[in-house]
């Protein structure tokens, strides 16, 4: 073999030696290899405590003052990276970072740390925080924010329909705002976050009560207004039914707007039925209001969901006209089905009641009338009971007898004068009451003659 042979032999040796300390050296470095970064900060050559405590007094003075502002309008609510409970796992990042290029066997940690001097390698901080705590906290801001939608009214004053606009609600979407200020946190950007807000819109326009400017459909009845407590409990029902909006599609209930018929509500005593006579009870008269009610609803074309006739008739109305309310069981209630709002008005003048439906009237050539028809007549038995204490050709009602009837009633609309539909109305039933009439049969005294004295006659 050539001395130069020999020559390049021992240099290749000598390379391979070196070769193999450096990469001995650099695989089992006890440092973090050259060209590695957390969250781009180089690490390269440092212990993981080293790391770790370089990190930590980078980022940590950010994290600190790093405050991100929440704003609506000209408001704003400051939301700090440490309230939010924000923190970084430095202990797993510094690890990752150490063991590249320090696990495994020789040859993939060779790889490694060559494939991070040419390339390097940025491990990112894992993070977390709080989330409920954000959510709370913009819960309490929604608070400040939140506007409760306001719907245009309605009132009749005199002849004329007085109108206020509606107003505009708004509400912070909680979730949609959280997930802003979430990706705020994870960027650890604290630019402000301007907050997810809604407009809630109201119910009740004006465009929508504007369309209120026909009279559907109205009616009266007569009471006795000497009779003071059942007209006081006439009037109180009457304007708890009065200035009431009813929406498209809606379903009005009697019950649910006059409420309980209680003393502490101001009800009085007055007439009421009650096992087929009339005795004085709580609330007496307010039927007369449904009653007045329920025919206003018929003549408006009102769909009828519920109603029940009385027991017995009613001298304020006709048969099968009238409608009983009772407890919270017994209702008066109607559909409007016209498409538009209605306003109910409900009155009481001298001895009337009396209630109006306004609505849209697009046919003013439709008309809608009431027929009835009596299919059913059945009169009271009366018994006679004599009685030994009255004087004889006297007559005493001891019970108030009622007729029976069945009768049928029909809704006929009519438009320009001719009948396009027949409604059957539900049937109408009222009990038969049996009477009972005291006759007197005690016989008059006989008027005692005075004897006279014959006796000076005779003299």
């Given at each position: 073999?050539?001395?130069?042979?020999?020559?390049?032999?021992?240099?290749?040796?000598?390379l391979?030696?070196i070769?193999?300390v450096?990469?001995n050296?650099?695989?089992?470095?006890?440092?973090?290899?050259?060209?590695?970064?957390?969250?781009g900060?180089?690490?390269g050559?440092l212990?993981?405590?080293?790391?770790e405590?370089?990190?930590?007094?980078?980022?940590?003075?950010?994290?600190?003052?790093s405050?991100?502002?929440?704003k609506f309008?000209?408001?704003?609510w400051g939301?700090?990276?440490?309230?939010?409970?924000?923190?970084?796992?430095?202990?797993?990042?510094?690890?990752?970072?150490?063991?590249?290029g320090?696990?495994?066997?020789?040859?993939?940690?060779?790889?490694?740390?060559?494939?991070v001097?040419?390339?390097?390698?940025?491990i990112?901080?894992?993070?977390?925080?709080?989330?409920?705590?954000?959510k709370?906290?913009?819960?309490?801001i929604?608070e400040e924010?939140?506007?409760?939608?306001?719907?245009?009214?309605?009132v009749?004053?005199?002849e004329?329909f007085?109108?206020?606009d509606?107003?505009?609600?708004?509400?912070?979407?909680v979730?949609?705002s959280?997930?802003?200020?979430?990706?705020?946190?994870?960027a650890?950007?604290?630019a402000d976050?301007?907050?997810?807000?809604?407009?809630v819109?109201?119910?009740?326009k004006?465009?929508?009560l504007?369309n209120?400017?026909d009279?559907l459909g109205?009616?009266?009845?007569?009471f006795n207004?000497?009779?003071?407590?059942?007209?006081?409990?006439?009037?109180?029902?009457?304007?708890s039914a009065?200035h009431i909006l009813?929406k498209?599609?809606?379903?009005?209930s009697?019950n649910?707007?006059?409420?309980p018929?209680?003393?502490?509500?101001?009800?009085?005593l007055?007439?009421?039925?009650?096992?087929?006579?009339?005795?004085?009870?709580?609330?007496?008269?307010?039927?007369?209001?449904?009653?007045t009610?329920?025919?206003?609803?018929?003549?408006?074309?009102?769909?009828?969901?519920e109603?029940?006739?009385?027991?017995l008739?009613s001298?304020y109305?006709a048969?099968?006209?009238?409608?009983?309310?009772?407890?919270?069981y017994?209702?008066?209630?109607?559909?409007?089905?016209?498409?538009?709002?209605?306003y109910l008005y409900g009155?009481?003048?001298?001895s009337?009641v009396?209630?109006?439906?306004y609505?849209?009237?697009?046919?003013?050539?439709?008309?809608?009338?009431i027929?009835?028809?009596?299919?059913?007549?059945t009169?009271p038995?009366?018994?006679?009971?004599?009685?030994?204490?009255l004087p004889?050709g006297?007559?005493?009602?001891?019970?108030?007898?009622y007729?029976?009837?069945?009768?049928k009633?029909?809704?006929?609309?009519?438009?320009n004068?001719?009948?396009?539909?027949?409604?059957?109305?539900?049937?109408?039933?009222?009990?038969?009451?049996?009477?009972?009439?005291?006759?007197?049969?005690?016989?008059?005294?006989?008027?005692?003659?005075e004897?006279?004295?014959?006796?000076?006659?005779?003299?």
């Amino acid at each position: 073999m050539s001395k130069g042979i020999k020559i390049g032999i021992m240099i290749i040796v000598v390379l391979l030696v070196i070769s193999v300390v450096l990469i001995n050296t650099m695989v089992n470095s006890n440092g973090i290899h050259s060209n590695v970064t957390i969250n781009g900060i180089n690490v390269g050559g440092l212990t993981p405590s080293q790391a770790e405590n370089l990190i930590k007094g980078k980022i940590e003075p950010t994290i600190d003052n790093s405050v991100i502002n929440l704003k609506f309008n000209e408001k704003s609510w400051g939301l700090s990276f440490r309230d939010a409970g924000f923190r970084y796992e430095y202990k797993d990042a510094v690890t990752k970072a150490y063991n590249t290029g320090h696990t495994g066997n020789m040859f993939k940690r060779l790889a490694e740390v060559i494939a991070v001097l040419f390339n390097g390698v940025d491990i990112a901080l894992d993070y977390s925080y709080n989330d409920q705590y954000i959510k709370n906290k913009l819960e309490q801001i929604s608070e400040e924010i939140v506007q409760e939608p306001k719907d245009a009214t309605i009132v009749l004053e005199g002849e004329s329909f007085v109108l206020t606009d509606e107003v505009e609600g708004r509400k912070l979407d909680v979730d949609k705002s959280c997930n802003l200020v979430k990706a705020r946190l994870e960027a650890a950007d604290n630019a402000d976050v301007e907050l997810v807000v809604d407009v809630v819109q109201p119910e009740i326009k004006r465009a929508d009560l504007e369309n209120i400017k026909d009279n559907l459909g109205e009616y009266s009845t007569k009471f006795n207004a000497a009779d003071s407590d059942r007209t006081h409990n006439i009037r109180i029902a009457t304007n708890s039914a009065s200035h009431i909006l009813v929406k498209p599609g809606e379903i009005f209930s009697l019950n649910k707007n006059i409420g309980p018929r209680l003393a502490k509500f101001g009800y009085k005593l007055a007439n009421v039925i009650v096992k087929d006579e009339l005795v004085p009870g709580i609330g007496g008269g307010v039927c007369q209001v449904s009653s007045t009610l329920y025919n206003a609803a018929l003549l408006s074309n009102m769909k009828i969901i519920e109603r029940k006739n009385h027991i017995l008739p009613s001298s304020y109305i006709a048969l099968g006209r009238d409608a009983t309310i009772s407890g919270d069981y017994i209702d008066l209630k109607f559909e409007n089905t016209t498409g538009y709002p209605v306003y109910l008005y409900g009155e009481v003048r001298g001895s009337w009641v009396k209630f109006a439906i306004y609505g849209r009237n697009d046919n003013p050539g439709r008309t809608v009338k009431i027929k009835t028809e009596v299919i059913k007549q059945t009169p009271p038995q009366i018994s006679i009971v004599e009685d030994p204490t009255l004087p004889e050709g006297t007559e005493l009602e001891e019970k108030k007898a009622y007729t029976g009837y069945v009768v049928k009633s029909y809704r006929v609309v009519m438009e320009n004068g001719k009948e396009i539909s027949v409604e059957e109305l539900p049937l109408s039933t009222y009990k038969v009451v049996n009477g009972i009439k005291r006759v007197g049969t005690k016989k008059a005294d006989s008027p005692q003659v005075e004897a006279e004295d014959y006796s000076e006659a005779q003299q």
